[in-house]
């Protein structure tokens, strides 16, 4: 898996990273070392927050998956085999 952000992407995140040295660590950087920084951070640390996105959705889609199982179960009629 190879993590990939649009031009327009990087357009929005480069500036934050560049405030983020500039304000934190009193370092400025230019929009190219920037942008080498997000890569790396991106190769680096992304697939990370990937699968910590990943395992966040499985837990709401179990949960809602729940839910659906016990509506269908309300919508059962009683049957002379019903507990």
């Known amino acids: 898996m190879d993590i990939q952000f649009t ?3 990087k357009q929005a995140i480069v500036p934050k990273i560049k405030l983020y040295l ?8 230019g ?11 991106t190769q680096e640390i992304g ?6 996105g990943i395992y966040d959705a ?4 179990e949960q809602r998956m729940e839910s659906v ?4 179960y309300e919508l059962e009629k ?6």
Not at 47 to 52: E, T, V
Not at 58 to 61: D, T, V
Request: aromatic share 20%.
């Open 7 to 9: 031009r327009e992407e």
């Open 22 to 29: 500039k304000e934190e660590l009193d370092k400025e950087v």
């Open 31 to 41: 929009n190219f070392d920037a942008e080498f920084l997000l890569d790396f951070f």
């Open 47 to 52: 697939p990370f927050f990937y699968n910590r």
């Open 58 to 61: 499985q837990a709401i889609l």
């Open 69 to 72: 199982a016990d509506a269908i």
């Open 78 to 83: 009683p049957t002379p085999f019903s507990r």
